[in-house]
């Protein structure tokens, strides 16, 4: 989404892309470098988070600020996150794929309960300031998916530069691009020899991962914890 957006923002030239790192161009505002970074920069920015709803204060209701929310089939999510959690140093290395499964089942992870954090979100979602989408929406059809933000976001771009945001913010692009795959971090960030920031970027990736049980465990407490949201996301329908 930090590719699409720049990608949007810059028309479809992929220069500005390919020569300021991602987390310069879309600031992480809940760091305190990131957060001196957004304060610096002109108005309209791009700024990212992984932070729950309930965090950000009361006047965020009334902000027109537009969000966008990306959500991803919490099955590849916890694969993801696990793997992620291998080469990054600020993260406990995972003793198992098992232990780390119940942990993020729990909310025991860092960031906290993905089912939490989809349903603060999901508050919003009938403001006409906030847009959600699916990582296998975007995979599924990105040129459509890009159709769909620059619409949200009121950018009218042609047909050109589309195809340029789709051919740039694809995963074998962004693996090529080394101000979005993390190479240039520092090994004491990111442990390049323990694995790749940009791994598969596929979907249904859990398949690999999951034994039967897990699978059991993970489909009971998620009907569980999802029955009050009332919404069908892709998965759902497999």
Known sequence: MTEILSLIRSRGHPSWSQTILNSDRMPWFSTRLGLEAALSYPSPRLLTCHLPRHIFPKSFSHSTAKVIYTLRDPRDVVVSYYYFSKMCSSYEDPTSFDQFLRDFLSGELPHGSWFEHVQGWMEMKDQENFFFITYEEL????????????????????????????????????????????????????????????????????????????????????????????????????
């Open 139 to 238: 995979k599924q059809d990105l040129q459509g998916s890009v159709r769909r933000i620059c619409e949200f976001l009121g950018q009218d771009l042609d047909d050109a530069a589309v195809s340029s945001v789709v051919r740039n913010a694809s995963f074998s692009a962004m693996r090529e691009n080394p101000m979005c795959s993390s190479v240039l971090l520092p090994a004491d960030i990111m442990d390049q020899t323990k694995g790749q920031f940009l791994r598969k970027g596929v979907c249904g990736d859990w398949k690999n991962h999951f034994t039967v049980a897990q699978s059991e465990i993970f489909d009971r407490i998620y009907q569980d914890r999802m029955q009050g949201l009332n919404m069908a996301f892709p998965w759902d329908r497999h």
